[in-house]
């Protein structure tokens, strides 16, 4: 079984490989070969999963005296949950992608682009220890950079693909700090070392944090996951709504003994914080992506901040209290089903698009129920999934995140609560605004449905986002992450089940009664205020990290540049070359400007003190 | 044929160096451009074997492929000592590779009077591998010599903008660099009593006699200042921005690739083993140097760059603030991570000015602001590009990635807070490069470049820069993701330098 996890960790690689090097110019071919890797991917993936066997392997990559990085696989329930997410909705993606790009001009970067980010995914969810886990978390943030940058004639593209590769690496400073760290305190980062014994810190848990606050695009590194759409739809799917964001989720279930109940504080809270933040900034968008962007981020929060909530007490077999990592298993499982809505969204999202050639102002959309009803469909169950409606994915997993709320932190329930009330209210906004109506534009009114690749993966992910939500369906295999899933019982259970229908209702009613078809932001008309407020919320911290960048930065660099060229370049070394010069003046003499004469005085000088040297000649 | 098989590394110096002389003889110029190609394959084909056979190889000393010629200079206690250990293997391949590439390009280039132009290139390159293939510390120096004097010439005739100055300055800075070095060198010879510039019998004298701490601390200094001026440690670093702006590619390429590591070499593999108090002594100072000077102040200047190439040759000191820091750290992983971060550094600079002049080539200016979308016109040179960018901001894959995580595991045990400060480089180091690549090559054009394209229709990567450039991105994804291929040997030869330090 080893084999065969290396085997679904190099086949994307060599795909990727293959496509660079031989299929540039063919863009099909390249398209097949990417889809069979992801297809190889996914079937291997999920035979791995319900095979059970659980192994870790690992050999030595590079050893300098005591230091050594190891390459290795640690494949247990989480990797294996893990693996089948990103195999199978990555599998989607590819199959939708062949039919959404199949136009482009560079179809074959594209899909060697996609290889390389499985490959670099695959890594980061097999990755045995940390040194590892971050080359593959360096890895795909170089495949966003690549992918998110598809289009880059665009300046706003080119823009966009810098960012987020500079953002996530602000946030890799504190990581491989924190790796660093950890290697010197524990003498390892072996995950499965660390589990056994560590030394006790707040410090390292934090500063691995840092990674996940950039991956995961948390406050206040929030900014790169908006502006990365506009890389190619299914890139938005897949890489910024699916899987990639959601691997700060996974680094942290992957360290979670390291943590700390400090750590587990702040992290709780940059969490709830950033699902809130997100949640308004999503009311304000007219762009089909960004609002979905936005919804991610949110429930990326969701996602933090059901880990930081930490663990909850439980009864072992033997009847003694113990603490259960209920985080990780809300965390996880929230990260599941949102793969798939979420997923699901995007690539609704990219039908809807692709029908609208190319329109993504939802405010230039609507009557697309009867254009394109399979999209209206698969992207309904998507709605419902994500804001929580009884018996959908997102209903339990949301559930248990806020019954972890519940019980350990009551603020942090509040917030999280209302922010349901949000994410209800921002996408029935979406939905009524591109599907009800009529169309507002010439492009909505001749929309029409895409061929079977673009919509075959919606079926399976709806089938998916109904059906994820149920544990019970889950293979045994995946037990040793759904049992730590918190579950709410007696009097608590009402008051989640109570609460979560109010949320919905508020937001649902609100939503639809708030947001009238037409031309222009409901809310916009009805409360200026409230929407400039809010709008200038969600710019505020790009207007900040402008000015820094723009009016500190640059100018801190500038000075700098002026004080080198000025003191060192200029005057220090000038007083310098003038001395020298005096010697000038008389090699001036044999300055003859005669290339051969140079090279024959070199070679006659080597000659001659050659001579002096071993005595040859004598004064 | 035992003949050639004994005498290899001999060969990869002399190869070359016969050529150049055949040239300085007259040799026509049709026979001296095809020849070239061989005097520079030879020495990448012996680099490459070494490697592959160094496992096998018998060793003497520490060292593979020995070989000792008489030169008549013996009683000084000189002798022409071939051979390489795990330090110098790697850079001896560095050579050979980087050699190879810029002599490739050189050949293809149709620079004016190129006979003579690759007369210097040669022997440049000789110099090159004979630095590295020394055992004897006088041969070593003295190649370095032979190596540099042809830059001088080569930025002086060849060269672009600001070339009389550059020249100029390029001459003061290294030839002082290269003389206090050698004032450091001879020091060593003399105070350590024992006769002789032959590297191995003065580690075994100097182990049993160690020098006094002052002693150490005095003759490292003298070498870090020497060293440190060569390799462009802040703030005596201005001559390298300004030198390779104006140095043509190919000679920019050997220099900054392979030329001016010989400056962390002598360090790591003369002065860490001889003079390890010493080095101690100066290793707060030299960090905080390195630290401040080379990695947050050059890193914001060279954000502030407009030039494409000076924006390389900055970035160019910035890595190699990277590398002293390794060296302060000690150890062996320090000094280990320096020696992967100088080859790929060495790698990656060198496809970096190979691709900064395809630029100039397609845009006719180094000025990012007049450039702008040409990956839509060259997508292959802007993948070059892309790669060679993110191999140089230490992208896992990439060798330079090895070095750098190396140095910063070391650095921690040394300060943590310097440490912190490094990495926040790695921050720096990607928002220059991403920025470059972005102004060059993605967004729409300029209407400088429309102009520019409107005339000469640009075309995109040539064979004869993509074999080139093949060549040098291959041993960065080689080292890159088998790093064992560089360090296993590596590890071997600096395993034995805390025994020396014991005394």
């Known amino acids: 079984m080893p084999q065969h996890a290396v085997l679904v960790l190099v086949l994307p690689l060599i795909s990727a490989a293959v496509i660079a090097l031989f299929l540039r110019r063919a863009g099909a071919v390249a398209a097949t070969v990417s889809v069979l890797a992801a297809t190889a991917i996914a079937t291997i993936a999920v035979i791995l999963a319900l095979h059970g066997e659980r192994f870790e392997r690992s050999f030595e990559w590079l050893r300098l005296g005591g230091f050594s990085v190891s390459l290795g696989i640690k494949f247990d329930d989480l990797a294996a949950l893990m693996l089948c997410v990103v195999g199978v909705v990555g599998l989607c993606i590819h199959v939708f992608s062949l039919g959404y790009m199949r136009d482009d001009a560079a179809r074959a970067r594209y899909f060697g682009g996609l290889s390389i980010f499985m490959f670099s995914m695959i890594g980061i969810v097999l990755a045995d220890n940390l040194f590892m886990m971050f080359i593959f978390w360096e890895l795909v943030g170089f495949s966003s950079y690549v992918l998110i940058g598809h289009w880059h004639e665009k300046q706003s593209a080119s823009d966009a693909a810098k960012k987020a590769f500079i953002a996530n690496r602000v946030g890799d400073f504190g990581f491989l700090l924190g790796i660093v760290m950890c290697y010197w305190s524990n003498g390892t980062v072996n995950l499965t070392a660390l589990g056994s014994q560590h030394v006790y810190s707040t410090l390292i848990p934090l500063l691995l944090f840092c990674g996940a606050v950039g991956k995961s695009a948390q406050l206040p590194l929030q900014v790169w996951l908006p502006d990365a759409m506009e890389g190619p739809t299914p890139v938005s799917a897949l890489i910024h709504a699916a899987t990639m964001v959601a691997a700060g989720v996974y680094m942290l279930c992957r360290i979670h003994v390291l943590m700390v109940p400090e750590a587990l504080n702040v992290i709780m809270w940059t969490g709830t914080v950033t699902a809130l933040y997100a949640a308004l900034c999503a009311i304000t968008q007219n762009d089909i992506k960004k609002v979905l962007a936005y919804s991610t981020l949110s429930q990326l929060g969701y996602m933090v901040a059901a880990f930081g909530l930490g663990s909850l007490p439980q009864l072992d077999e033997r009847g003694r209290m113990v603490a259960m990592a209920a985080g990780v298993g809300a965390a996880m499982f929230h990260l599941t089903t949102h793969a798939c809505f979420k997923a699901l969204l995007f690539l609704g999202s990219g039908s809807v698009i692709h029908g609208c050639h190319h329109e993504q102002d939802i405010f230039k959309m609507g009557g697309l129920a009867k254009r394109m009803p399979l999209t209206f469909v698969t992207f309904t169950i998507g709605v419902a999934a994500i804001i929580g409606l009884p018996f959908l994915a997102g209903f339990f997993s949301k559930d248990a995140i806020l019954f972890l709320a519940f019980a350990n932190n009551k603020a942090v329930f509040a917030v999280l609560a209302f922010t349901a009330v949000l994410t209800a209210l921002y996408m029935i906004r979406l939905w009524k605004l591109t599907f009800l109506g009529t169309a507002r534009s010439d492009h909505a009114a001749h929309a029409h449905e895409g061929g079977l690749t673009l919509t075959s993966p919606l079926v399976v992910l709806a089938a998916f986002s109904i059906l994820a939500g149920y544990t019970g369906i889950y293979p045994k295999v995946f037990s040793g992450v759904f049992e730590l899933i918190p579950e709410a019982h007696g009097s608590a259970h009402t008051i989640i089940f109570a609460t979560s229908l109010a949320v919905l209702v508020i937001g649902v009613a609100t939503g639809y009664l708030l947001y009238a078809s037409g031309p222009a932001d409901s809310l916009a008309q009805k409360s200026p205020g409230l929407f400039g407020g809010l709008v200038a919320l969600k710019n505020s911290f790009d207007v900040a990290y402008n000015y820094y960048v723009a009016k500190i930065q640059q100018r801190f660099a500038m000075l700098l540049n002026f004080l080198e060229q000025i003191f060192l370049a200029g005057l220090i070394i000038r007083g310098l070359a003038g001395v020298v010069g005096l010697f000038g003046l008389g090699a001036r003499a044999l300055h003859t400007g005669n290339l051969n004469a140079y090279v024959y005085w070199f070679l006659f000088g080597v000659v001659v003190l050659w001579g002096f040297a071993t005595g040859a000649l004598a004064f | ?426 921050v720096i180091s990607a928002i220059y490069g991403l920025r470059a690549a972005a102004r060059v090559f993605f967004g729409p054009s300029t209407a400088h470049f429309d102009g520019v394209a409107a005339r000469h229709p640009p075309v995109d990567l040539r064979w004869s820069e993509k074999i080139p450039a093949l060549v040098l991105l291959a041993v960065l994804f080689f080292i890159g993701f088998w790093p064992k291929s560089v360090t296993v040997p590596l590890d071997a030869a600096l395993a034995p330098v805390p025994l020396v330090a014991a005394k």
């Open chain 2, 1 to 426: 044929m035992s003949l050639i098989f004994d005498n290899y590394l001999l060969l990869a110096i002399a190869a070359p160096l016969a050529l150049a002389l055949a040239i300085a003889l007259g040799l026509p110029k049709r026979w001296s451009v095809r020849l070239s190609y061989i005097a520079f394959a030879i020495p990448l084909l012996i680099a490459l074997h070494c490697w592959w056979r160094f496992a096998d190889a018998g060793q003497r000393d520490g060292y593979a492929f020995l070989a000792t010629y008489h030169t008549g200079l013996g009683g000084l206690g000189i002798g022409l000592k071939l051979g390489l250990n795990g330090i110098s293997l790697p850079l001896f391949v560095l050579a050979g590779v980087v050699g190879f590439a810029a002599g490739l390009y050189a050949i293809q280039s149709q620079a004016e009077r190129l006979k003579i132009y690759l007369m210097l290139l040669l022997i440049m390159q000789g110099g090159l591998m004979g630095v590295f293939a020394s055992v004897d510390i006088f041969f070593f120096y003295f190649f370095h010599e032979l190596a540099l004097i042809p830059t001088f010439i080569m930025v002086g005739v060849w060269g672009g903008r600001d070339r009389n100055y550059a020249a100029m300055k390029l001459t003061i800075y290294l030839t002082a660099g290269a003389m206090i070095s050698l004032l450091g060198l001879i020091a060593l010879y003399v105070k350590s009593g024992a006769h002789t510039f032959d590297f191995v019998a003065l580690r075994a004298y100097l182990a049993a006699h160690p020098l006094a701490e002052t002693v150490q601390g005095n003759i490292a200094g003298l070498l870090l200042l020497g060293l440190g001026i060569l390799v462009s440690l802040w703030p005596m670093h201005t001559w390298a921005p300004l030198g390779y702006g104006a140095a043509p590619s190919s000679a920019a390429m050997l220099h900054a690739g392979v030329l001016k590591k010989f400056g962390l070499y002598g360090l790591v593999q003369i002065a860490l083993p001889l003079l390890p108090a010493g080095l101690v002594h100066w290793s707060h100072p030299l960090a905080w140097f390195a630290v401040i000077g080379n990695v947050l102040i050059v890193g914001l200047i060279t954000m502030a760059q407009r030039d494409l190439k000076q924006m390389i040759g900055y970035s160019s000191v910035m890595h190699m603030g990277y590398a002293f820091l390794g060296i302060a750290a000690g150890g062996i992983i320090g000094p280990g991570g320096v020696v992967l971060l100088m080859v790929a550094h060495g790698l990656s600079v060198a496809l970096l000015f190979l691709l900064a002049t395809a630029v100039h080539h397609r845009t006719h200016t180094f000025a990012m602001d007049e450039m702008g979308g040409l990956a839509q016109k060259a997508p292959v040179l802007a993948a070059f590009f892309v790669a060679a960018t993110f191999a140089s901001i230490g992208l896992p894959g990439f060798a330079n990635f090895w070095g750098e995580l190396a140095i910063f595991v070391a650095l921690w045990k040394f300060s943590p807070v310097i440490t912190a400060l490094a990495v926040a480089g790695v």
